[in-house]
Structures are given as structure tokens and as C-alpha cells.
């Protein structure tokens, strides 16, 4: 008679509610690390690359500095021939930026062609000279498209996907608001054992113990950042929520040079154009856009005694027409809560508020969300891979 064993399955520990509860923050919170794992983690150091676009550009492209005394506002027709020159090849001369002291003066062309992966207006990049004011030597030319910090940006606003890219990272940001939320709750020690919890614990591991103490030490900037990243995803939608009603303001188009059929014009005229300018306001030129057919006038910005001046001097001669506008260090001011509010999302979102502590919090914060997705994954997967090797031995 063959015995029959019956096996019972030993019954579950019992749960507080409390317990419970954490558990289920602790199981969303580690699905969706191991579901966003990957964008998670590039969203992260495509944010920290931004803290500091200025001065990653200048770290990457040291071959475009000019000698600190420099001054591109003195630029003559040397310049522009030049640039013309190393710029025959794409087309027309659309644009020149002049630049503070001790910065070279970049000469852009019209569109040429469309940007990788289709990624802003048919036909929208240019291609840029850099010029040395004072030797007139052309330095650099690249694309304006296609540049390591390009790829940052579109990278972390789109994941290079154009139409739905923006509101795949929207919902990425509602879904890193929920896991740092969870994180929080689960990791939070309270603040009377706020500085014990980010002790050592031996019985963690390496992995964990630094998952936990950068998780706890950042995890509020991470879901400000998450926040602010979804509110510029989806700006519509949240304007309605702080003013129901009101329509978000649409952003400018990105860059620059006139809209329209550039007219031709010889180097000489470029620096006519600007000498007129010049002589109609009294302010430094900052800019210049080419003449174009539909218009008829050069287009030449000005910065003032707190203000900022357009010029419009005409191809054919006559009146130079000024018109003037305060000049604003940030966004200027709007009657629109909505706006304002966006406005500050932003800023806060790329770190051009709150000076450099702000700054450092925002690039670590991104450092950290990578490692945080890796780690998170990866400490998870060591622990069932123990569980299964301790229930078979």
C-alpha cells in the first residue's frame, strides 16, 4: 500500500496594516524600477548633462574660445568674407550673433537641411562659422543640429521620438513622481532618525546601503524634478489647473534668422546695415538678420541702458524704423498665473533658479536617479537570485 505524504504549506506570517501598506509601496515602488529601468536611467544623466549648457559647450568645443579682450561688435567685411568662405558650401549667409567681449562672432546660414531624425522645422538646420574678432580667422563650423548637447536635450525632452516624444516623457515624470513618492515612504526614516538611518548597515550590502542613503538624501529634488518635468510635457493641461480657462501661451519657435526668402547682398552690406543701425540708436548690436524679399529690411538687434532695441534698416534706402522693449535678466512678467507658474516650472526644472546650490542639488539628483535605477534593479535581482538558490539547497 503506497503512502501518501501530504504537504501543507506553512502558513504566512501575520502583517500589521501598517506593515501591509508599506509592503504594497514597496512593491510599486520596485516594479517601476524594474519596468523603467532603462529610460529612468537616461533620462538621468541626459538632466545632469543640462545643468550647464554654457560651460559643457565651451568644455567640448575649447577650439571656439577667443582671447578674453575680444570684441566682436568691431567686425568689419574680413569677418564676414571669411565666414562666407568656410559657409559656401550650405548655402547663403542668414544671420550673425555679436556676442559679449571675450566671445567669437557666429555666422549662421539659412536651413539647409532637415535635423536628425526629424526633429524641428523641414529644412531648419543651419550650419555656423565661429569667427575670431580679432584675427578674423574662422575657427569652427558645425551644424547647428547633431551636437553632443543637442542629443542631451532632445534626448531628455523626447527620446528622440517626434510628436508623441514629449508626452512619453510627461508620463515618465508622473511615473518617477509615484516611485520617488514610494521610495519616500518606504525608505523615510522620520526626522528624529534622520541622521541613524543613513548610517552603514552592514547586513545591507554596499549596493543597497548607497541606494538607500542617496535615495533618502535626494529623493525630494527627484520629485520636484519629476513634477516639473511632466508640468512642461503636458503645459495645457496643468495651466487648466492653476487657471481653468486660460489658454498656455505658445512657446517661440526655436532659432534664429529671419522668416522668409533671404535677399542677396554682398559683404559690404552686412556691415552698412549695422553701421546704420548704430547710427539710428545708440546701443551695442547684438545681432543681425539678413534682408529679406517680403520684408524688404535688415533686422538688427540692439541691447541699451535696460532695454532692448530692434532696428529695421531698409535695403533700399530711407528711415531706419526703432523699435525699443525693456530688457528682462529672466522671462519677462505676464498677467497670466498660468504663464508665471510654467514659467517657474521651468526654471526650476533646469536649474536656471536657485543659484548654484540649487544647480548642484538638480545635477547630483540626476547622477543619482541613474544609479538609483540600476542599483534598485540590481540589489532586487541579487535577492531573488538568493531566495531561489536557497530553496533548492
Known amino acids: 500500500m ?9 502558513p504566512k506570517p501575520y502583517l500589521s496594516p501598517k506593515a501591509r ?12 524600477g524594474i519596468v523603467l529601468l532603462v529610460p529612468m536611467a537616461v533620462l538621468g544623466v541626459t538632466g545632469s548633462a543640462q545643468v550647464w549648457p554654457e560651460e559643457t559647450e565651451v568644455l567640448l568645443n575649447s577650439q571656439r574660445e577667443v582671447a578674453a579682450s575680444s570684441d566682436p561688435a568691431a567686425i568689419t567685411v574680413e569677418h564676414i568674407a571669411n565666414a562666407r568662405e568656410a ?7 542668414n544671420r550673425i550673433e555679436i556676442g559679449a567681449v571675450g566671445e567669437p562672432i557666429v555666422v549662421s546660414t539659412a536651413g539647409y537641411a532637415d535635423p536628425p531624425f526629424g526633429i524641428g522645422a523641414p529644412g531648419g538646420m543651419t550650419r555656423q562659422a565661429w569667427v575670431d574678432p580679432d584675427t578674423a580667422e574662422v575657427i569652427d563650423n558645425a551644424d547647428s543640429a547633431g551636437g553632443f548637447m543637442w542629443y542631451m536635450h532632445f534626448i531628455h525632452g523626447l527620446f528622440l521620438i517626434p510628436g508623441i516624444g514629449r508626452q512619453i516623457v510627461g508620463i515618465m515624470g508622473l511615473f518617477l513622481t509615484i516611485s520617488g513618492v514610494t521610495g519616500l515612504v518606504v525608505f523615510w526614516p522620520g526626522v528624529k532618525r534622520f541622521v541613524a538611518a543613513l548610517k552603514w548597515q552592514k547586513r545591507d550590502g554596499k549596493m543597497l546601503n548607497i541606494h538607500r542613503q542617496s535615495g533618502v538624501l535626494l529623493s525630494i529634488v527627484l520629485i520636484v524634478e519629476a513634477i516639473t518635468g511632466a508640468w512642461i510635457s503636458f503645459p495645457g493641461f496643468f495651466a487648466s489647473l492653476v487657471e481653468p480657462g486660460v489658454e498656455q501661451p505658445q512657446r517661440p519657435p526655436r532659432g534664429f534668422g529671419p522668416q522668409g526668402t533671404p535677399v542677396e547682398a554682398g559683404d559690404a552690406a552686412w556691415v552698412a546695415a549695422l553701421d546704420m543701425a548704430r547710427q539710428a540708436y545708440d546701443g551695442r548690436p547684438t545681432g543681425i538678420s539678413a534682408a529679406t524679399e517680403e520684408s524688404g529690411t535688415w533686422s538688427v538687434s540692439l541691447a541699451g541702458e535696460g532695454v532692448n532695441a530692434t ?12 523699435q525699443e522693449a525693456p530688457a528682462f535678466s529672466g522671462p519677462p512678467p505676464s498677467d497670466s498665473r498660468a504663464f508665471a507658474v510654467a514659467m517657474w516650472m521651468r526654471q526650476a526644472h533646469y536649474a536656471t533658479i536657485g543659484g548654484i ?3 548642484i542639488l538638480v545635477f547630483l539628483s540626476g547622477i543619482a536617479l541613474t544609479f538609483l535605477a540600476i542599483s534598485g534593479v540590481y540589489v532586487w535581482g541579487k535577492r531573488e537570485l538568493f531566495a531561489k538558490r536557497k530553496s533548492r539547497g
Not at 503506497?2 to 506553512?10: I, M, P
Not at 509592503?23 to 516594479?31: C, E, G, T, Y
Open 357 to 359: 546650490v540649487w544647480q
Open 87 to 93: 559657409l559656401a558650401d550650405y548655402g547663403p549667409i
Open 311 to 322: 532696428a529695421s534698416v531698409p535695403v533700399v534706402g530711407g528711415e531706419v524704423s526703432v
Open 2 to 10: 503506497d503512502q501518501v505524504v501530504s504537504s501543507v504549506e506553512a
Open 21 to 32: 501598506r508599506r509592503q504594497l509601496w514597496l512593491s510599486i515602488h520596485r516594479w517601476l
